[in-house]
C-alpha cells in the first residue's frame, strides 16, 4: 500500500510537472490561521489544568477578538452567557467530567 | 405488518418527538448557515447523544440529518449561496425566482420537494433494506472484503473532482485507521512507544476533527470579510397541488435519482442533485425556463438531494458502510449505542427499521411545517454573525470529542486531525474518501485476514464465490462509468 501510495504521488507530481503551466492555487491567509490553530491547540492543552470555565470563556473572547468583533461590552457579555449556557448543557445536563 | 406498526409506537414517546423537532431545527440552523453542513452538525451533537435512550437519539440525529440537507436551500434562494455543496444546483433557479419577489414561492417549492423526496426514500429504505440485508446474510468474510473494497472504490471514484485525489485521500484514511493495535494478532502499530495511541484514534474525535473543525478553519478565512447581504421580505406561500402534478415525472424521476445516487457508497447529494437537475432538464417540456427560476428546476434538486437521506441508510443498516458522510457519523450514533451495524443487526432489531421509517417520516412532516411556517425567521438564522457563532462551534466541538471518552487526548487528537484534514482540503482533497477509507480500513483489514485463516492461507478464496465476482464486477463497471465521465466533464470545460 505504502508502494502504491509513492507511485500515486510521483505519478501526480510528474504530471503536474509536465503541465506546469496550471500551478495548483494554493493560498493560505496566515494571518488569521495560524493564529486561530495557536489558540484552538491552547484551549485544548489547558482544559485539563485551568478547567472549563476559565479556559472556555477566554477562548471564546479572544477567538471572538480574532475573528474582528471588537466591543469590549458584548465580547465580555456574550462569552460569560455563552460559557454558562455550555456549563448548563454539558456540565449539569449532559455530565460530562470536565 | 406489525413491524411496520411496532416503530410508530416508539415514535409516539413525546420524549422522541420533542427530540426529533429539536433535530430538525437545529439541522435547519445547521444547513441554513453557509460553511456549516448537516454533517458537521450531525458530527458535534453525536457525542451529546451519548447519554440518551436509542430512541431519542436517532430521533435528534435523523432530524439534524433531514433539516440540514433541506436548509442548504434556504441561502442559494435568498443569497445566492448553497448553505452546503449539495444545494448548489438550487442556486441556479432559487435565486432568479427569489429576484422575481418569489421568495417564498422558491422557499415552499424546495421544503414540500425536500418532504416528498425524505418520505419517497424512507419508504425505499423500508422496503429494500430487509431484501439486501437477506442477501448480506450469506456473506462470508472474502465477500465482506469485497464489499467494503467497492465502497472505497467509488467513494475514490466519484467524490471530489480528481480521482487520483480521492484514492490517495482513501489511502490515507487507512493509514490513520492503522494507528493502535491489530485486531487480530494484536501487534501495535504507528503508536511510537506512546500507550494512549495503542486504542488507536477513535471514530468521533476522528469524524468531527475531519468534517467539523476543518470545516470551520477553512472558513476562519473568509470570516470577517462577510459582506452583510440584503433580504428583500418576502410572503409565506402554500404549496399548490397542480404545480406538482403537472411535474410528477419530474418529480418522481429526481426521488428515484437521489435514493439510488444515495445508496452508492461514498456518492451523497452533491452528484444526486446535478444528476436530477441535468436529466430534469434534458426530458422537460420548457427547458429553457431552466436558470431563469423555473420551479421544475428547484424541485428536481431538492427532491434528489433529500432522497439520499433513505438511499444513504441502505447500505448503512444493511452492511454496516455508509452511504455518505453523514451516514458515516450515524455509524459512530449506532455504535454509541451499542449496536453493530451489519446484516445481523436488522436480523436481531428489526424493530429499529421501522423505527426509522417513521421518524423519517415525523421528521420530514416536521420539516415542512417548520419550513413553511417558520420562513419569515430564515432571514434572521442568515443574520447571525459569524464571527460569534464560529467560536462557539469550535468549544462544541472539542467538548463533542472530549465527552464521547472522557478523554484529554482525543481533544489533542482532534486538534492535530482537524488541521491535517485542513491542509488536505486546501491541496483539493475531499474529506468523504478520507473518513470512509478511515471506517473502512478495518473492515477490509479484519475481513482479510479472518478470509485468509479460514481458507488455510489460500487467496483463491476472494474469488471464488459468485458473490463476491459480482460485487467485483460492479464496482469496475461503477468505477469505470466514473472514469469516463470525469474525462467527458474535463473536455467539456
Not at chain 1, 454558562?84 to 449539569?92: C, G, M, N, S, T
Not at chain 2, 485486531?183 to 474525535?205: A, E, K, N, Q
Given at each position: 500500500?505504502?508502494?502504491?501510495?509513492?507511485?500515486?504521488?510521483?505519478?501526480?507530481?510528474?504530471?503536474?510537472?509536465?503541465?506546469?503551466?496550471?500551478?495548483?492555487?494554493?493560498?493560505?491567509?496566515?494571518?488569521?490561521?495560524?493564529?486561530?490553530?495557536?489558540?484552538?491547540?491552547?484551549?485544548?492543552?489547558?482544559?485539563?489544568?485551568?478547567?472549563?470555565?476559565?479556559?472556555?470563556?477566554?477562548?471564546?473572547?479572544?477567538?471572538?477578538?480574532?475573528?474582528?468583533?471588537?466591543?469590549?461590552?458584548?465580547?465580555?457579555f456574550?462569552?460569560?452567557?455563552?460559557?454558562?449556557?455550555?456549563?448548563?448543557?454539558?456540565?449539569?445536563?449532559?455530565?460530562?467530567?470536565? | 405488518?406489525?413491524?411496520?406498526?411496532s416503530?410508530?409506537?416508539?415514535?409516539?414517546?413525546?420524549?422522541?418527538?420533542?427530540?426529533?423537532?429539536?433535530?430538525?431545527?437545529?439541522?435547519?440552523?445547521f444547513?441554513?448557515?453557509?460553511?456549516?453542513?448537516?454533517?458537521t452538525?450531525?458530527?458535534?451533537?453525536?457525542?451529546m447523544?451519548f447519554?440518551?435512550?436509542?430512541?431519542?437519539?436517532?430521533?435528534?440525529?435523523?432530524?439534524?440529518?433531514?433539516?440540514?440537507?433541506?436548509?442548504?436551500?434556504?441561502?442559494?434562494?435568498?443569497?445566492?449561496?448553497?448553505?452546503?455543496?449539495?444545494?448548489?444546483?438550487?442556486?441556479?433557479?432559487?435565486?432568479?425566482?427569489?429576484?422575481?419577489?418569489?421568495?417564498?414561492?422558491?422557499?415552499?417549492?424546495?421544503?414540500?420537494?425536500?418532504?416528498?423526496?425524505?418520505?419517497?426514500?424512507?419508504?425505499?429504505?423500508?422496503?429494500?433494506?430487509?431484501?439486501?440485508?437477506?442477501?448480506?446474510?450469506?456473506?462470508?468474510?472474502?465477500?465482506?472484503?469485497?464489499?467494503?473494497?467497492?465502497?472505497?472504490?467509488?467513494?475514490?471514484?466519484?467524490?471530489?473532482?480528481?480521482?487520483?485525489?480521492?484514492?490517495?485521500?482513501?489511502?490515507?484514511?487507512?493509514?490513520?485507521?492503522?494507528?493502535?493495535?491489530?485486531?487480530?494478532?494484536?501487534?501495535?502499530r504507528?503508536?511510537?512507544?506512546?500507550?494512549?495511541?495503542?486504542?488507536?484514534?477513535?471514530?468521533?474525535?476522528?469524524?468531527?476533527?475531519?468534517?467539523?473543525?476543518?470545516?470551520?478553519?477553512?472558513?476562519?478565512?473568509?470570516?470577517?470579510?462577510?459582506?452583510?447581504?440584503?433580504?428583500?421580505?418576502?410572503?409565506?406561500?402554500?404549496?399548490n397541488?397542480?404545480?406538482?402534478?403537472?411535474?410528477?415525472?419530474?418529480?418522481?424521476?429526481?426521488?428515484?435519482?437521489g435514493?439510488?445516487?444515495?445508496?452508492?457508497?461514498?456518492?451523497?447529494?452533491?452528484?444526486?442533485?446535478?444528476?436530477?437537475?441535468?436529466?430534469?432538464?434534458?426530458?422537460?417540456?420548457?427547458?429553457?425556463?431552466?436558470?431563469?427560476?423555473?420551479?421544475?428546476?428547484?424541485?428536481?434538486?431538492?427532491?434528489?438531494?433529500?432522497?439520499?437521506?433513505?438511499?444513504?441508510?441502505?447500505?448503512?443498516?444493511?452492511?454496516?458502510?455508509?452511504?455518505?458522510?453523514?451516514?458515516?457519523?450515524?455509524?459512530?450514533?449506532?455504535?454509541?449505542?451499542?449496536?453493530?451495524?451489519?446484516?445481523?443487526?436488522?436480523?436481531?432489531?428489526?424493530?429499529?427499521?421501522?423505527?426509522?421509517?417513521?421518524?423519517?417520516?415525523?421528521?420530514?412532516?416536521?420539516?415542512?411545517?417548520?419550513?413553511?411556517?417558520?420562513?419569515?425567521?430564515?432571514?434572521?438564522?442568515?443574520?447571525?454573525?459569524?464571527?460569534?457563532?464560529?467560536?462557539?462551534?469550535?468549544?462544541?466541538?472539542?467538548?463533542?470529542?472530549?465527552?464521547?471518552?472522557?478523554?484529554?487526548?482525543?481533544?489533542?487528537?482532534?486538534?492535530v486531525?482537524?488541521v491535517?484534514?485542513?491542509?488536505?482540503?486546501?491541496?483539493?482533497?475531499?474529506?468523504?474518501?478520507?473518513?470512509?477509507?478511515?471506517?473502512?480500513?478495518?473492515?477490509?483489514?479484519?475481513?482479510?485476514?479472518?478470509?485468509?485463516?479460514?481458507?488455510?492461507?489460500?487467496?483463491?478464496?476472494?474469488?471464488?464465490?459468485?458473490?463476491?465476482?459480482?460485487?467485483?464486477?460492479?464496482?469496475?463497471?461503477?468505477?469505470?462509468?466514473?472514469?469516463?465521465?470525469?474525462?467527458?466533464?474535463?473536455?467539456?470545460?
Amino acid at each position: 500500500m505504502a508502494i502504491l501510495g509513492l507511485a500515486l504521488i510521483i505519478r501526480d507530481h510528474l504530471r503536474l510537472r509536465r503541465n506546469s503551466g496550471e500551478r495548483l492555487d494554493i493560498s493560505f491567509r496566515w494571518s488569521t490561521l495560524v493564529p486561530v490553530i495557536l489558540l484552538i491547540s491552547l484551549y485544548a492543552l489547558a482544559l485539563e489544568p485551568l478547567g472549563f470555565i476559565p479556559s472556555t470563556s477566554m477562548f471564546l473572547i479572544t477567538a471572538m477578538f480574532l475573528f474582528g468583533l471588537r466591543s469590549w461590552k458584548q465580547l465580555l457579555f456574550i462569552s460569560a452567557c455563552g460559557t454558562a449556557f455550555l456549563y448548563a448543557v454539558f456540565v449539569i445536563f449532559l455530565q460530562v467530567q470536565l | 405488518m406489525s413491524n411496520f406498526t411496532s416503530g410508530f409506537i416508539q415514535v409516539l414517546d413525546p420524549s422522541v418527538l420533542l427530540f426529533c423537532v429539536l433535530g430538525v431545527i437545529v439541522g435547519i440552523i445547521f444547513g441554513a448557515v453557509p460553511g456549516l453542513t448537516a454533517t458537521t452538525g450531525v458530527a458535534m451533537f453525536t457525542p451529546m447523544t451519548f447519554g440518551m435512550p436509542m430512541s431519542s437519539s436517532f430521533a435528534f440525529l435523523l432530524g439534524i440529518y433531514c433539516g440540514g440537507y433541506y436548509a442548504g436551500s434556504i441561502p442559494a434562494v435568498l443569497i445566492r449561496t448553497p448553505g452546503s455543496p449539495g444545494n448548489a444546483a438550487t442556486c441556479l433557479d432559487g435565486y432568479p425566482m427569489c429576484k422575481k419577489g418569489q421568495a417564498g414561492r422558491a422557499l415552499s417549492l424546495s421544503v414540500t420537494a425536500s418532504c416528498i423526496g425524505g418520505i419517497f426514500s424512507a419508504m425505499c429504505l423500508f422496503f429494500f433494506a430487509p431484501i439486501i440485508s437477506n442477501m448480506a446474510l450469506k456473506f462470508g468474510p472474502a465477500e465482506y472484503f469485497a464489499i467494503a473494497l467497492m465502497g472505497m472504490t467509488c467513494i475514490a471514484s466519484v467524490s471530489g473532482k480528481d480521482l487520483i485525489k480521492g484514492v490517495i485521500g482513501a489511502l490515507i484514511g487507512i493509514n490513520i485507521s492503522m494507528i493502535g493495535m491489530d485486531s487480530i494478532s494484536g501487534v501495535s502499530r504507528f503508536t511510537f512507544g506512546h500507550v494512549r495511541m495503542m486504542s488507536g484514534v477513535s471514530l468521533v474525535p476522528a469524524l468531527i476533527g475531519l468534517f467539523a473543525l476543518t470545516e470551520v478553519l477553512s472558513k476562519t478565512e473568509k470570516i470577517g470579510q462577510d459582506d452583510i447581504r440584503n433580504i428583500d421580505s418576502f410572503n409565506f406561500h402554500l404549496p399548490n397541488f397542480k404545480e406538482y402534478w403537472s411535474i410528477r415525472w419530474a418529480l418522481f424521476k429526481s426521488c428515484v435519482i437521489g435514493t439510488v445516487i444515495g445508496a452508492i457508497p461514498g456518492t451523497g447529494p452533491t452528484i444526486a442533485a446535478w444528476m436530477a437537475y441535468n436529466e430534469a432538464k434534458r426530458s422537460s417540456k420548457n427547458p429553457e425556463e431552466y436558470g431563469h427560476g423555473s420551479a421544475e428546476g428547484i424541485v428536481a434538486c431538492e427532491s434528489s438531494t433529500n432522497a439520499t437521506t433513505g438511499g444513504a441508510l441502505i447500505p448503512l443498516l444493511t452492511l454496516g458502510i455508509p452511504g455518505d458522510s453523514v451516514t458515516a457519523v450515524l455509524l459512530g450514533a449506532l455504535m454509541i449505542q451499542g449496536l453493530t451495524p451489519g446484516p445481523m443487526m436488522l436480523r436481531e432489531n428489526f424493530g429499529i427499521l421501522s423505527f426509522f421509517l417513521w421518524i423519517l417520516i415525523i421528521a420530514n412532516f416536521i420539516m415542512l411545517f417548520l419550513g413553511l411556517f417558520g420562513s419569515k425567521f430564515f432571514p434572521y438564522i442568515l443574520a447571525v454573525p459569524s464571527k460569534i457563532l464560529f467560536p462557539f462551534v469550535i468549544v462544541l466541538c472539542m467538548l463533542g470529542s472530549f465527552s464521547s471518552a472522557n478523554s484529554f487526548f482525543d481533544l489533542k487528537a482532534v486538534v492535530v486531525i482537524g488541521v491535517l484534514g485542513y491542509v488536505l482540503l486546501k491541496l483539493g482533497f475531499t474529506m468523504p474518501p478520507l473518513v470512509l477509507g478511515f471506517i473502512l480500513g478495518p473492515i477490509i483489514e479484519s475481513s482479510f485476514q479472518r478470509a485468509m485463516i479460514g481458507s488455510n492461507q489460500n487467496p483463491l478464496i476472494f474469488i471464488s464465490s459468485p458473490l463476491s465476482i459480482g460485487i467485483y464486477s460492479f464496482t469496475i463497471v461503477i468505477t469505470a462509468m466514473m472514469y469516463l465521465r470525469q474525462k467527458r466533464d474535463s473536455k467539456q470545460t
